[in-house]
């Protein structure tokens, strides 16, 4: 069930993505943000679009938030890549956006993926308008200097430090740097329903640092066909992560708890979560 609704919702969204893209006109910085946008999982969308069903919100509303997360979630792929930040050739088997074009026309393609991020959360079609400028405010702060941006900001002062970071160090580094924008994805269908994001908020927390862990993993244990990226840039580089400190097979069992911790916080919706609990055991066991 799981796989089926995950690869129907990266469908919808990769075609809503596209209609909006197709409006943008055939230049480079266009063409650049639909490459970015293009393939992945569409996990974050996924989350939306199941935390909408929940509260019994249509997709024709909740499409707006789903794209806008695959499109801020593009920017920052697209902009970690970059030769100033993680200096990476290869994303989800393809080159990069600055490999591909050129590092001017992959800074603007992020920063153009970022304002539609916004442009989406706030479309009329989304909902109210106070429905629109909750989503629009919260993503602020999930994508920026409260969230994703400070970790990508803790995750560089790192690489200069003195010493590894602790647990829980890389622990808040990793709640801003994966964390945030998969507790906006989680938690956008209880927005749009107007319901408490409690319960979604608390799966999310544990959902995001069992993806990092994940990810942690694969680095070591993986390899660039698979993943579709380069690994084992972390040893490399001298990183500290869950892998480094709690070892592979720490690194796995704290996962698994962390999914069940995810699981648990799903009880409120009985069985019409099960979706999600899918999703949170798939984070753990893909391989890209």
């Known amino acids: 069930m799981f796989q089926n609704r995950l690869a129907e919702a990266a469908a919808q969204i990769g075609t809503q993505l596209s209609a909006v893209m197709g409006g943008l006109g055939d230049v480079p910085v266009a063409r650049a943000m639909a490459y970015a946008a293009a393939g992945g999982k569409r996990l974050r969308g996924f989350l939306v679009l199941e935390g909408a069903r929940l509260h019994d919100v249509g997709a024709e509303r909740a499409i707006?938030?789903?794209?806008?997360?695959?499109?801020?979630?593009?920017?920052?792929?697209?902009?970690?890549?970059?030769?100033?930040?993680?200096?990476?050739?290869?994303?989800?088997?393809?080159?990069t956006v600055h490999v591909?074009?050129?590092?001017?026309?992959?800074?603007?393609?992020?920063?153009?993926?970022?304002?539609?991020a916004f442009e989406?959360?706030?479309?009329?079609d989304a909902g109210p308008a106070a429905v629109r400028a909750d989503l629009s405010l919260s993503l602020a702060q999930a994508a920026g200097a409260r969230g994703m941006v400070l970790g990508q900001a803790l995750d560089i002062e790192a690489e200069s430090a003195t010493a590894p970071?602790?647990?829980?160090?890389?622990?808040?580094?990793?709640?801003g740097k994966t964390g945030a924008l998969f507790e906006w994805s989680?938690?956008?269908?209880?927005?749009?329903?107007?319901?408490?994001?409690?319960?979604?908020r608390d799966y999310a927390r544990s959902l995001g640092l069992a993806f990092q862990i994940a990810d942690d993993l694969l680095d070591v244990e993986g390899t660039a066909e698979q993943t579709g990226k380069r690994?084992?840039?972390?040893?490399?580089?001298?990183?500290?992560?869950f892998v480094s400190l709690l070892g592979s097979d720490g690194a796995k069992r704290r996962a698994a708890e962390l999914v069940e911790s995810a699981e648990d916080a799903l009880s409120v919706y009985g069985q019409g979560a099960d979706s999600l609990r899918e999703a949170a055991r798939f984070v753990i066991s893909r391989d890209s």
């Open 64 to 95: 707006w938030p789903a794209c806008a997360i695959e499109a801020m979630h593009a920017y920052s792929l697209v902009h970690d890549d970059l030769p100033c930040m993680d200096d990476d050739d290869m994303r989800r088997g393809r080159p």
């Open 100 to 116: 591909a074009w050129d590092e001017a026309t992959a800074v603007l393609a992020g920063d153009a993926l970022q304002a539609l």
């Open 186 to 200: 989680a938690t956008a269908g209880a927005r749009l329903g107007g319901a408490d994001t409690g319960p979604l």
């Open 165 to 175: 970071l602790s647990l829980d160090a890389i622990t808040r580094l990793q709640q």
């Open 231 to 241: 690994t084992g840039k972390d040893a490399a580089a001298g990183k500290a992560t």
């Open 120 to 124: 989406l959360a706030g479309h009329p």
